[in-house]
């Protein structure tokens, strides 16, 4: 299923007139440097394609012919490579290795159906020239190849483009492109063609090997089964490996639009057919650029605005839509999840999962947030590496399939507040997502859900307690302006878990600080509060259940917005 689905994209890409996917025998790489040479096969300049500054430098993407996969062997890619293949010039390999290297890529070259174009024929003279290395250390641009060993190729003086770019070796080489005879019936496609011994690398995956992986792969006699070697246990056809490898490196690429680090799965999205969607969600969960810090902000507004309109919906319900999220395992690439819906439900679980996280919150603080931000307010320090194992992957799938958000999600947040004292924003809107979602799922209709902003009507224990928490809080503050630790920072943690434990002395303490105030009006107005808040709760629990605990943190929190928030204000239910 999922090899069809990136087949198919890559196809519906191909079908382009100005598809910047790849072609047959092609891949798209960055290749920092084009040596220059002229007719005779001399070079005389060195051309750096890389634009940009210190570690924003970048190198231009080629239409290159496609890499070959190599390990320990011995293969020399078509026209380009790094300076040991290419050059013969001697950096980290033996000597005699180095020459083997480049007498297969100077082979390769002169072996293919087009040594007699005249761009070829030049580069074939360069590479004979035995003086080639002692010509090159005297360009400008010599010296950082030497210490960096990047991929390059050559340029011809009077053409523009790189050799394997020029219009007639390409043609030639487009022709030479094509699938052998049929063989065997293509697990893809049902289609009888020869079977890929070697699938491509596929590369972009954090904390992959540098030189790529493999989704399909059998190295070990341990995979293997009724006596077929290799990748004939699976056999896909070479038209279908390079499509979804191509479609896969694709979404994969530096500036893909579609791709997302959720933990330490890269997951990518792709539809179908074309929508937007396919990029926009990139920008519902990722973190906005510093150029563009509204990006987020207006990505969701646009979903909000296709689900009214039903361009995401109506129009879209036959429309597939798929998420695979990928990790490293050694040189493989495992699958953390995949998931296969519709345009409308994707976008109605996306939706949902932005109005469950809606709470009331000041002028300053966004509507919307990033799932790092979501995932990084539960860690230690607030760093990304203390992040809970596989809390971002089943964050994501909870979000993908509209399901509860995982336990260890409001188990993770709830610590963290007890362990700093402090309700933020974001953690208030995740507890109050997880106990709505909760909600939701196990007992419609038997609870009510936690509103956005503060419910005089919610009688729940933690959620009184919380809010009669904030007033106690409130009247300290009131009382010893300018203090600096308040009883959020002493008995917090005790008065959400155990609040029989503390709320006696607290409302002893209340009492003492009341006394303080000189405004009587204002003396008054936290007395009926109080009085309020304890008429629905009686006797203080024993003990509040983690859900309780998450309701006491939201009641805070609420009181807490209601504090600073202008009667005149409207609130929203």
């Not at 919307?368 to 860690?379: D, E, I, K, N, Q």
């Not at 402090?422 to 208030?428: N, S």
């Not at 006394?515 to 629990?541: A, H, Q, V, W």
Request: proline share 6%.
């Amino acid at each position: 299923m999922i090899l069809q689905a990136l087949k198919e994209y890559y196809d519906r890409k191909a079908a382009l007139a100005d598809s910047d996917i790849a072609p047959p025998g092609w891949e798209r790489k960055e290749l920092p440097f084009l040596i220059v040479i002229d007719q005779t096969g001399t070079p005389i300049s060195i051309d750096d394609t890389r634009e940009g500054e210190g570690k924003k430098k970048r190198a231009k993407t080629f239409l290159i012919p496609q890499a070959i996969k190599r390990a320990s062997n011995i293969a020399a890619n078509l026209l380009w490579d790094n300076p040991e293949y290419a050059l013969g010039l001697v950096i980290k390999g033996r000597p005699d290795r180095v020459a083997e290297q480049h007498k297969m890529f100077c082979d390769r070259i002169a072996g293919i159906a087009v040594p007699d174009i005249s761009p070829v024929a030049v580069v074939l003279r360069f590479l004979a020239k035995p003086d080639k290395i002692a010509a090159l250390e005297k360009l400008q641009g010599w010296e950082e190849i030497k210490e960096t060993a990047p991929f390059l190729s050559f340029r011809v003086t009077g053409d523009a483009k790189p050799v394997f770019n020029c219009p007639d070796v390409a043609a030639a080489l487009m022709k030479t492109a094509t699938a052998p005879t049929s063989s065997t019936i293509c697990l893809v496609t049902g289609a009888r063609e020869e079977p890929e011994r070697l699938h491509p690398a596929i590369k972009g995956i954090r904390d992959s090997n540098s030189t790529g992986a493999n989704i399909v792969s059998f190295n070990l006699d341990a995979f293997e089964s009724f006596g077929k070697k290799s990748n004939d246990n699976a056999t896909v056809g070479k038209t279908a490996t390079f499509a979804y490898s191509t479609a896969l490196n694709t979404l994969l690429g530096k500036d893909s639009r579609q791709k997302l680090q959720v933990g330490d799965a890269t997951t990518v999205f792709w539809a179908s057919k074309p929508n937007p969607l396919e990029t926009l969600v990139c920008d519902f969960f990722s973190e906005p650029p510093k150029d563009n810090p509204d990006q987020q902000t207006e990505a969701v507004k646009a979903l909000y605005k296709s689900v009214d309109a039903g361009t995401m919906a109506a129009d879209d319900i036959d429309t597939r839509f798929y998420v695979l999220g990928l990790s490293p395992n050694a040189a493989r690439i495992s699958i953390r999840f995949w998931h296969c819906g519709t345009v409308a439900e994707m976008s109605a679980h996306f939706r949902q999962h932005f109005d469950d996280l809606r709470i009331a919150h000041g002028p300053k603080d966004k509507d919307t947030f990033s799932l790092w931000r979501l995932l990084v307010s539960t860690a230690p320090l607030g760093k990304s590496e203390n992040i809970p194992p596989n809390l971002a992957g089943d964050t994501m799938r909870a979000i993908l399939e509209g399901l509860p958000y995982p336990q260890t999600l409001l188990q993770s947040v709830i610590r963290r507040i007890i362990v700093e004292h402090d309700v933020t924003h974001v953690r208030a809107a995740l507890i109050k997502a997880c106990l709505n979602r909760s909600l939701r799922s196990n007992n419609p209709n038997q609870e009510k859900e936690l509103a956005m902003s503060l419910d005089l009507a919610n009688t729940n224990p933690g959620y009184r307690l919380g809010r009669l928490f904030a007033v106690l809080e409130r009247i300290q503050e009131r009382a010893n302006p300018g203090i600096n630790a308040t009883i959020r920072d002493r008995f917090y943690g005790a008065a959400s878990g155990t609040p029989v434990t503390v709320f006696g002395n607290l409302m002893r303490l209340k009492n003492h600080h009341l006394s303080k105030l000189e405004n009587t009006g204002e003396r008054i107005n936290y007395e009926k509060l109080i009085g309020e808040i304890m008429s629905e709760i009686g006797d203080f629990p024993a003990h509040l259940p983690l859900a309780d605990q998450g309701r006491f943190a939201i009641g805070y929190y609420h009181q807490k917005q209601d504090f600073f928030t202008k009667k005149s204000d409207t609130k929203v239910d």
